[in-house]
């Protein structure tokens, strides 16, 4: 669980189920219109700051959970399913969490050997013991051991890191071995273009696992790792501004409860219970604010389960290794340098990014005595199930229409934002996907009321997808309704970036017919399909898809706020999603409507995933007999800065060799704005290589 996240499992599960509309009379909608209205305030309800990232280790995912099946229920759909409920629990473990108070604490002494004892039965005086303890000063990390105590010398090991291609080690003139060792975050020169570790760039020899791994390699009894400034910093901002939304939030309440009528009793009491509920969390807050200004990590935030290796070298020794890992505040670390070594931490660490010369030594006289206690963590949590139920011939057959509402919560695991501590919104993932089985949900109940004979529409909403699809394979393993009588799977993830008319439908080859059945359907919608045949993938239809059941996978690309705070719903295109709502819904119809089912086929498992083309190079393309051709350039765009004319022949874009217009489109795709690339053009019989940097696309 991420820091602010632990500080904020407060009980969520008195706000209301639906986000507070204020009217003073009635307003007349559309019906035609009126779904579309309700789907986007359902994805900005989901997505919003109040559900803080719908991460399974939070309350906040019943909170979305109670929604989802509200909406089912106001829907129409049967939802007595599990013991007259809506919800099928299940158990999803999530890492690890601190134990006991007392045995997680951290006790630094010094005791320099030149002090003697003034009388025979008299201890050395210490000239400096610090005590940090749980959640103030230090927090044991899943990454550790989930038991262990030290007691002993201490080695300050720099950064950790072995990198002999690069000619660095900092453990190369210090013995590591059965003593703990201090070691820092990142790695040296992160703010140095011309650092051997890759630039600015992050490489491997910063992960925690790296340097965890790399201390058992050494012989190291215990890691206590410090954080760095720069995290440190980004930390204080984030909690900050958390706070500030809070009170945002807390005062925009305030004003509204003030201008609701008297008569107004429940939502008025509503309202008391929103602004009584941000007391606790204010004050839990602060709380992190003290510790990310400390720079103490939370215990999940640089893994969530221990880091297991051999020291023998033997690839597949089962006796394999974890130690005690923890967090301590960089303020005490940096007095037992200072008093150790006479020198700060900060100049210690200027000393290594300045010259790339480690700076590691025995701290002489110091000792420490530490404990750690982990402890398994599990996320009670619930698929949330909906049926419209079939009739006729047909009623004893299934169609599942699924998305995930899970996403990650405020960072950690699953994160692409390593270190973050922030609201992940997942608007696109998957809110859109979940909004859109909702409305789909009223759409169908009300076109299926006329049809004699039609087979069950079961609406699932799966939890713990981001933990591994685990929402879905417990439906497989214990389905409501039998798998064997379970037509097709439609999943529906990331479908709320709709760009260049794109949507990518995987499993069209998973069962006999199912590629013209969207061929047909998509002749109303003409969307410009990228039909893919694979019925596997990493998402929850690939559950069913290994039970034997065909799917289909609608997907609107991958794109570079994926797994990043910056997923908002700001940036979902709404009238794309309505589009998709739509062809869904037709698909869903055939399917549950006629006579024959598909016959589940295999397919291959190699699945790529499809990306967005998020990467502009600023050239318009012509196909030719004998290759693709610049025709125009953008003024003043990447390609016309960089040297490039008009008539130029693309050969290759980067290490890939096109020869249409399609194939620098596909190549595209697999680069980020900012990225640097070669392009070998042919000009007038001459051969040149072009260098430029690709830019983010122009918004439509």
Not at 55 to 69: E, R
Not at 627 to 639: F, H, I, R, Y
Request: proline share 5%.
């Amino acid at each position: 669980m991420s820091r602010i996240a632990g500080v904020l499992r407060f009980s969520l599960l008195f706000f209301a189920l639906s986000p507070i509309v204020f009217a003073e009379r009635p307003i007349t909608v559309a019906p035609e219109l009126l779904w579309k209205i309700q789907q986007r305030a359902d994805l900005e309800y989901l997505a919003g700051e109040e559900l803080r990232g719908r991460g399974v280790d939070d309350d906040s995912i019943d909170v979305a959970a109670k929604y989802i099946a509200n909406r089912f229920r106001e829907a129409g759909l049967k939802t007595d399913l599990f013991q007259d409920q809506p919800f099928q629990k299940l158990e999803i473990p999530v890492g690890a969490r601190a134990g006991e108070f007392a045995n997680n604490q951290v006790r630094l002494q010094i005791t320099p050997a030149s002090q003697e004892p003034q009388g025979s039965n008299e201890q050395r005086q210490p000239v400096l013991d610090v005590v940090e303890t749980l959640g103030e000063g230090m927090n044991p990390l899943a990454i550790g051991s989930v038991a262990g105590d030290y007691r002993g010398e201490v080695v300050f090991v720099g950064y950790g890191i072995t990198a002999p291609k690069l000619g660095y080690d900092d453990y190369a003139n210090v013995d590591a071995e059965g003593k703990a060792v201090i070691l820092l975050r990142k790695e040296p020169g992160m703010m140095d273009p011309d650092s051997p570790f890759d630039g600015t760039k992050t490489t491997q020899h910063a992960f925690y696992q790296t340097k965890v791994e790399n201390a058992i390699k050494h012989g190291a009894a215990a890691v206590l790792f410090v954080n760095d400034p720069g995290s440190i910093a980004a930390s204080i901002v984030m909690a900050e501004d958390q706070i500030r939304r809070e009170t945002v939030r807390r005062d925009a309440m305030r004003k509204q409860l003030e201008e609701l009528p008297g008569e107004a009793i429940h939502l008025r009491e509503t309202l008391r219970k929103r602004i009584e509920s941000i007391g606790p969390i204010m004050e839990g807050l602060s709380q992190e604010l003290e510790q990310c200004r400390r720079g103490v990590l939370a215990t999940t935030e640089a893994g969530g389960f221990p880091v297991k290796i051999s020291r023998s070298g033997i690839k597949n020794d089962k006796n394999k290794l974890a130690i005690p890992v923890l967090s301590i505040a960089r303020d005490t670390i940096d007095l037992l340098l200072s008093r150790s070594l006479q020198r700060s931490l900060v100049e210690i660490e200027n000393t290594i990014d300045q010259s790339y010369q480690p700076r590691s030594t025995l701290l002489s006289g110091v000792v420490v005595d530490l404990r750690v206690e982990l402890k398994p963590a599990n996320a009670s949590t619930s698929n949330v199930v909906g049926e419209i139920p079939g009739r006729g011939d047909l009623a004893s057959e299934s169609i599942v229409l699924g998305a995930h509402y899970d996403h990650v919560g405020m960072g950690g695991y699953g994160s692409l934002a390593p270190g973050t501590v922030a609201i992940h919104n997942g608007a696109d993932d998957n809110a859109s996907g979940t909004v859109t089985v909702m409305a789909a949900a009223g759409l169908l109940s009300k076109r299926l009321q006329g049809i004699e004979s039609h087979r069950r529409v079961v609406m699932i909403a799966f939890t713990g997808e981001e933990r591994g699809l685990l929402g879905s394979r417990h439906y497989v393993d214990h389905p409501r309704f039998p798998l064997d009588s379970t037509v097709t799977m439609i999943n529906l993830d990331m479908v709320g970036r709709l760009r260049d008319n794109e949507l990518t439908i995987y499993g069209t080859g998973s069962g006999e017919g199912l590629d013209r059945l969207v061929e047909n359907v998509n002749r109303q919608y003409q969307f410009d399909i990228n039909p893919v045949q694979t019925g596997y993938g990493p998402s929850d239809h690939q559950s069913f898809y290994q039970a034997g059941i065909p799917v289909l996978f609608f997907f609107t690309g991958l794109h570079n706020d994926y797994h990043r705070p910056s997923d908002d719903f700001d940036k979902i295109d709404y009238g794309g999603l309505t589009r998709i709502t739509d062809m869904v819904c037709d698909v869903t119809f055939q399917l549950a409507t006629r006579a024959d089912r598909p016959t589940y086929a295999e397919t291959d498992k190699r699945v790529r995933i499809r990306r967005q083309r998020m990467a502009f190079l600023g050239v318009s393309l012509e196909d030719k007999p004998d290759g693709v051709v610049v025709s125009s350039l953008t003024p003043d765009g990447p390609a016309e800065r960089a040297g490039m004319n008009s008539g130029d022949a693309l050969d290759r874009l980067g290490n890939k060799v096109v020869q249409t217009k399609a194939e620098v489109i596909e190549a595209l795709r697999t680069y980020s704005p900012g990225d640097s690339v070669t392009l070998h053009v042919t000009r007038e019989s001459q051969k040149l290589a072009i260098n430029l940097r690709l830019e983010s696309r122009p918004t439509p």
